[in-house]
């Protein structure tokens, strides 16, 4: 296997290399698992030379970001290190940011990195391709609205879910450390946006708060002082679920004590709240912005390539950019409105990871000289998860038949199943299987929150 050659040794040209050069860009739920694929398809035998760009060193399936908020979850037992997936699967990681693309002599840009003291780790680098896969996810949207930058806590990354357990824990302890009582308004949380993220997280946060409550901040009373508000601009919580599963997650939430307020739009996230364009405020020593997304602000400005007014790329039904045939998006940053449809593919992870499987046939076509097959998305269903509370979720397409209910436990699998669908994508089945078995009997001696 040889390295994707970086322009400092490279002469710009825009012929097809020996091997061909295949460069997936963003390794999360989907780009991850279709680079371990091509690795060990076609990276291993030498049949093409197949690199990871990634700006981060480890990967940690996004979904699971909001239990890493609620410090349900331990990063470090979940998350793993590209260099040494890059090494188990046959193909190169290349640490570093994307920050531009150069289309006629096909070469990917790279920021540099820089360590904490400054110093460079790696330079600006260019890397050269000849299939490029764009699957960089998304970033939260704010709309514009005043003060969410400075206030407000977007889970996008590990980083940004951990930062926010940290105030959420030192929010406790001050609370059960203060001389005076719990003031109006403190250790309340107010969570933007109900889509899955932000009802998931307002049941998550609802349990951890008072585990982490129960390991002995005694002059903290859950039920009097934690507040957690869901505030939704819509009409209804989850609007992707069907009407009635939304009416379900509503009665959970109000049962667990979680205030819903419904036609509620955000206008401003101050210091110490939300003000609301009705003119509420809503006093909140936390926030979090849950409400929607967009692509990446590089792709904006991507040499000519088409983009959608929420900054993702445009792609035909093959994947590939409408500009480009040697650039492909999938998952979020992919913008893919299908033939007869009113509303493009959705972000999800279960989108990314068919498109990831998609991909990785017609990039074996592509290098056997053959046509590639056009991308059809199969909606097998939402699920939210709502902590150790319960799981509501529909079923869909040929997987039920027609949409079904589910509920509790078996809905609760289900939705576990789509992670271990993406372990199992990554690691294969048997080290999965090993790994449940080990983190279930581990689990039983750790404290079920993050207390730190
Ligand atoms: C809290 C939460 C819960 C969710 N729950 C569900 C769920 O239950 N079911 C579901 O289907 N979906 C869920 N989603 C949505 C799901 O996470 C996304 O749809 C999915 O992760 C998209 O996959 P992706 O591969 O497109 O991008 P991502 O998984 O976001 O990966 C993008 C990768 O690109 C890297 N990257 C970004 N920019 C650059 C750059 N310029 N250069 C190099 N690398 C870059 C990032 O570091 C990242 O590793 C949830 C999302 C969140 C936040």
């Known amino acids: 296997m040889t390295g994707a ?44 030379d197949v690199a990871l760009i990634e700006k981060a060193r480890t990967h940690l399936w996004k979904p699971l970001l909001h239990e890493v908020a609620a410090g349900s979850m331990d990063v470090g037992r979940h998350e793993l290190d590209y260099l040494a997936q890059a090494h188990w699967h046959g193909f190169r990681f290349r640490f570093g940011e994307m920050i531009g693309l150069d289309r006629a002599r096909r070469l990917v840009h790279l920021a540099a990195n820089f360590d904490d003291d400054g110093r460079v780790i790696t330079p600006v680098r260019s890397f050269g391709y000849d299939t490029l896969v764009i699957a960089i996810g998304s970033v939260s949207n704010d709309f514009g609205t005043p003060g969410v930058k400075e206030h407000a806590i977007c889970l996008d990354t590990p980083d940004q879910a951990q930062r926010f357990n940290r105030r959420l824990v030192n929010a406790c302890l001050r609370a059960h450390t203060q001389a005076e009582p719990v003031r109006p308004g403190q250790l309340h949380v107010a969570i933007i946006g109900a889509g899955a993220t932000g009802t998931e997280l307002s049941a998550e946060l609802h349990r951890t708060v008072r585990a982490v409550v129960a390991y002995g901040l005694d002059k903290i009373d859950p039920d009097k002082d934690i507040k957690i508000t869901l505030i939704e601009a819509g ?42 364009a009705s003119g509420d405020f809503i006093p909140s020593e936390l926030v979090v912005w849950s409400a929607g997304i967009r692509g990446p602000d590089v792709l904006n400005d991507f040499d000519g390539l088409e983009v959608s007014h929420a900054s993702q790329l445009v792609v035909r039904p093959t994947l590939q950019a409408t500009r480009d045939d040697n650039v492909f998006a999938l998952g979020d940053c992919a913008y893919l409105l299908p033939k007869g449809e009113t509303r493009p593919i959705p972000p999800r992870a279960q989108a990314a990871h068919q498109q990831a499987s998609h991909l990785f046939t017609q990039i074996g076509r592509r290098l056997a000289g053959q ?48 992670y271990k669908m993406h372990e199992t994508a990554l690691h294969g089945p048997l080290k999965v299987g090993l790994d449940t078995i080990a983190r279930f009997m581990t689990r039983r001696t750790e404290p079920h929150v993050k207390l730190h």
Request: glycine residues 14%; positive net charge; charged residues 20%.
């Open 235 to 276: 009409d209804r919580i989850v609007p992707a679920l069907p009407k009635r599963l939304s009416e379900a997650t509503t009665r959970l939430l109000n049962e667990l004590g979680v205030e819903i307020r419904v036609g509620a739009r955000v206008t401003e996230v101050t210091s110490d709240g939300v003000r609301l």
């Open 5 to 48: 050659t970086a322009t400092q040794t490279l002469a710009p040209t825009a012929a097809i290399h020996t091997p061909h050069r295949i460069v997936v860009v963003g390794g999360g739920a989907g780009g991850l698992e279709l680079v371990t694929r091509l690795g060990d398809t076609f990276g291993r035998r030498g049949k093409a």
């Open 371 to 418: 046509p590639i097959a056009p991308f059809r998305y199969r909606d097998f269903g939402s699920l939210v998860s709502l902590g150790e509370f319960s799981t509501i979720g529909n079923l869909m397409g040929f997987l039920a038949g027609r949409g079904l209910f589910i509920e509790g436990y078996f809905a609760r699998l289900m939705y576990r199943s789509l």
